[in-house]
């Protein structure tokens, strides 16, 4: 089974920056992407940043030009560095992982994170 272990959330001020990992129990090449998403209080799951096996990437607007997300194939992990963070982002954070054997797409999910931005 696998597993997707995220670490990096915390309490930050608004402006400041968190970086957030997510670590896989097995090789990260065998997933054709890679995603961080969002929950806050009250609200649906959001996707965040999401990393493919080419590599290409894809942004929420609301966080363009201000979150990066990265692969480290050696390492099997992905990152998504946050900077000039807002209250609004505020919200558990899931990595995900998709896979896709013949025509069935596999999700697998993290725990999250908690990242709490103040004001």
């Known amino acids: 089974q696998v597993q997707l272990v995220e670490s990096g959330g915390g309490l930050v001020q608004a402006g400041g920056s968190l970086r957030l990992s997510c670590a896989a129990s097995?090789?990260?090449?065998?997933?054709?992407?890679m995603g961080w998403y969002r929950q806050a209080p009250g609200k649906q799951r959001e996707l965040v940043a999401a990393?493919?096996?080419?590599?290409?990437?894809n942004y929420a607007d609301s966080v363009k030009g201000r979150f990066t997300i990265s692969r480290d194939n050696a390492k099997n992990t992905v990152s998504l560095q946050m900077n000039s963070l807002k209250p609004e982002d505020t919200g558990v954070y899931y990595c995900?992982?998709?896979?896709?054997?013949?025509?069935?797409?596999?999700?697998?999910w993290g725990q999250g994170t908690q990242v709490t931005v103040s004001s």
């Open positions: 995900k992982a998709n896979r896709i054997v013949g025509l069935k797409n596999y999700e697998y």
């Open positions: 097995e090789s990260i090449l065998r997933f054709s992407a």
């Open positions: 990393i493919t096996d080419v590599p290409s990437t």
